[in-house]
């Protein structure tokens, strides 16, 4: 969790080899600490790592995010 209360967790499931992108270079962990260093919500972090793993690709296989933060839905603060 981050200073403005950004939660991610996950759970490994061992995943697909297709998945693993072969020439990318952020891993589960990484895109993890990217988001909660960078998000001040969990829709912003979700937007964090698609465009990280767009941009560098995914190293990792099969990885299940939960991501949360404490506002309502449709709330804009």
């Known amino acids: ?5 950004v939660a991610v967790g996950e759970t490994t499931f061992g995943g697909r080899e297709e998945l693993r992108d072969p020439e990318g270079i952020v891993d ?3 895109l993890m600490y ?11 972090a ?4 698609t465009e990280v793993v767009a941009e560098y690709g995914y190293a990792s296989t099969g990885e299940s995010f939960s991501i949360s933060d404490p506002r ?3 709330s804009s603060r």
Do not use: C, D
């Open 28 to 30: 589960y962990g990484s």
């Open 34 to 44: 990217i988001a909660l260093q960078r998000a001040k919500s969990a829709r912003e």
């Open 46 to 49: 979700i937007r964090v790592m």
């Open 1 to 5: 969790m981050n200073e403005h209360q």
């Open 72 to 74: 309502k839905p449709g």
